[in-house]
């Protein structure tokens, strides 16, 4: 007698399942999220929004943005990608942010490669990686790539024309003042918080289905070699695949565990998570950036390419360097008697 159950309760369970799934996430993003929008609305209200703009101008202006968005890229910076968005959005709407094509191809990039520093740098930490390290090489990776783009789009004159931005919301009105203001931002954050839990419903839907449908086995024998030819050890090549496609969370988490059987070594450790801290999530990352307006030319092949040669550079470099040199500035050996499950909770 068979013990499957039938098809259509299974079906009922899985979607049910999902649900309850993203419903659990949309609030853990809400409780990020609403703080960061109320500020800065605040700031947009009492006409401060433009101070943090200006200082912040000197480092934008290398990768062609105004001084405003980076604000949108120290909110994803110090929580995460949809703490940035929520604050692009918000930006958005009012009209202080309102990026060509090229801009939020950049600025979407620059928070492809670096968002959620203290959370991410510690998943790293906890491989063995140093802190400083894996957040420094993020947050240069992110400002070189950003400055490439810049030159190779206003040298060529692409995607000059205004960015289509799929979760806009509409602008704010003029003539609106007092508490009817804050009405119509409650409206608009309530329409907000909605799309972004039916976004993270359909990401969590196609990464069931993708799993199901085997991508992950074709990009481990597309990436794999290439990897390889990089100077990714073979036993580190399907775990940097995993981060890749998935996240540094996942990748660094399985990481975390194969470090405390002593199975890699310093150098796999940190080659490796030097490359998924460069290109992680291709697949979710990507989905989001573009419906902020961002073209696929840099929020995908752009990083995907560069990260590659970036690790490519760097192991290269980091042969010449002795084992103590090394250590000084990229890793911190882990004691052997490090409980695995402590490890293994950080990277959650």
Known sequence: MSTHRPFLPRLASACAGLLRQAATISWELAKIMVPLLAVTFTLQQLDLIKYPGYALRPVMRLVGLPGEAALVWAAAMITNLYGGIAVFLELHRTGVLVPTAAQATVLCTLMAVAHALPVEGRVCQKTGMRFRAAVLTRVGGALLL???????????????????????????????AGWAVWGAWLKNLAVNLGMIYLIVLGLLALLKILEAIGVMRILLLVLGPVLRRL?????????????????????????????????????????????????????????????????????????????LAAACVMVRLTRLLSDTTFDRLFYRPIPATADVEDAAKAAD
Do not use: N
Request: net charge neutral; hydrophobic share 50%.
């Open 146 to 176: 950003g400055a490439i783009l810049h030159l190779i789009y206003s040298t060529g004159g692409w995607l000059d024309g205004p960015g289509r931005v799929l979760l806009d919301a509409p602008p704010a009105d003029a003539a609106l």
């Open 231 to 307: 100077g990714i050890s073979p036993e580190m090549a399907p775990l940097s695949i995993v981060g890749m496609t998935m996240g540094v969370t996942y990748g660094g988490g399985l990481i975390i565990q194969e470090v405390r059987g002593g199975r890699f070594q310093r150098r796999d450790v940190v080659h490796a998570m030097t490359l998924m801290g460069l290109c992680h999530a291709l697949i979710e990352d990507t989905l989001l950036m573009k419906a902020l307006g961002a073209a696929l030319s840099g929020v995908l092949w752009g990083r995907l390419i560069f990260s």
